[in-house]
């Protein structure tokens, strides 16, 4: 029978990504009830509920301001050292959420990947949107902390740059997606990655501006030895544009904001590619 006669039709595709790609606007509800599912299932039974999506970097900033902050002297000078390091932990928080999530979509969603056909990569995108909910709840609660601090005077500066954060939050699930998928393809063969996907996570933080403000240490300065090595952390030049458009310290270094893009989309097409063919033997192996 010719195949115009079905509404869908599962064929082998050969291009790395048309597979992929295709079928997600048609799986839409899918993708909405699996984003539904994930957020549902994280907070379930818990007491607080969502709550703990503000709960969670809220007491991460409180630990970073009195540790690294009052103690150690970490943070950044002419603007209050919370406000610094919740803008640094929320943007945190959603990355690595999502690159620990996706680094897992083939083992913790065998179950249904191997009992009916949709898009695999329905899964960790919907993964990504559930992430994003939680982002939205802690970026409204920075917000209220931000104009609070703006308008008691207290050396808080917003400009126009703030019109970037939605392309700055695209690019952190981006960067984040393309990285997870990567693990999680190779995890189907090597589970040992699977146990370094955390250690990996919280290393990659303290190699970010997240802790500490790398315009007050001399070698991570503009001018200083590991600059453009440390600069050449996509994650970094994400957070110091958020900073600077929010808080007004730090600068925007625009040669390697477009770096980061440029290695964010690499990660990206790498992951798909990756993804894309290890989805059609995957369970062979899982």
Request: include cysteine.
């Amino acid at each position: 029978m010719d195949k115009e006669c079905f509404d869908v039709v599962i064929e082998s595709e050969q291009g790395a990504f048309s597979s992929q790609f295709k079928g997600l606007w048609r799986y839409k509800d899918l993708i909405f009830l699996f984003v539904k599912r994930e957020f549902v299932s994280k907070y379930k039974q818990t007491i607080l509920g969502p709550a703990w999506a503000v709960i969670q970097p809220l007491l991460t900033t409180v630990v970073f301001t009195v540790i690294f902050g009052n103690v150690a002297g970490l943070g950044a000078s002419g603007v209050p050292s919370f406000a610094f390091y919740f803008s640094g932990t929320f943007l945190w928080t959603f990355f690595s959420g999502c690159l620990t999530s996706t680094a897992n979509t083939f083992i913790s969603n065998s179950g249904v990947m191997g009992k009916v056909y949709f898009p695999r990569l329905v899964m960790p995108i919907s993964t990504v949107l559930s992430q994003m909910i939680s982002l939205g709840i802690q970026f409204a609660m920075f917000i209220v902390f931000d104009l609070y601090y703006l308008f008691t005077g207290q050396g808080v500066k917003i400009n126009l740059f703030i019109l970037m954060t939605p392309l700055l939050f695209a690019q952190l699930a981006m960067l984040a997606l393309g990285f997870g998928v990567i693990i999680s393809a190779l995890t189907t063969k090597y589970r040992d990655l699977i146990m370094l996907v955390s250690f990996i996570v919280e290393l990659w933080k303290y190699m970010s501006p997240i802790a500490y403000d790398m315009f007050n240490m001399g070698v991570l300065a503009p001018g200083g030895r590991f600059y453009a090595l440390y600069m050449l952390n996509p994650a970094t030049p994400i957070v110091n544009v958020f900073r600077f458009a929010y808080l007004g310290i730090g600068q925007i270094d625009w040669l390697f904001y477009v770096v980061s893009w440029i290695t964010t989309i690499v990660l990206f097409i790498i992951g798909v590619f990756m993804f894309n063919k290890v989805e059609r033997t995957f369970m062979d192996t899982i």
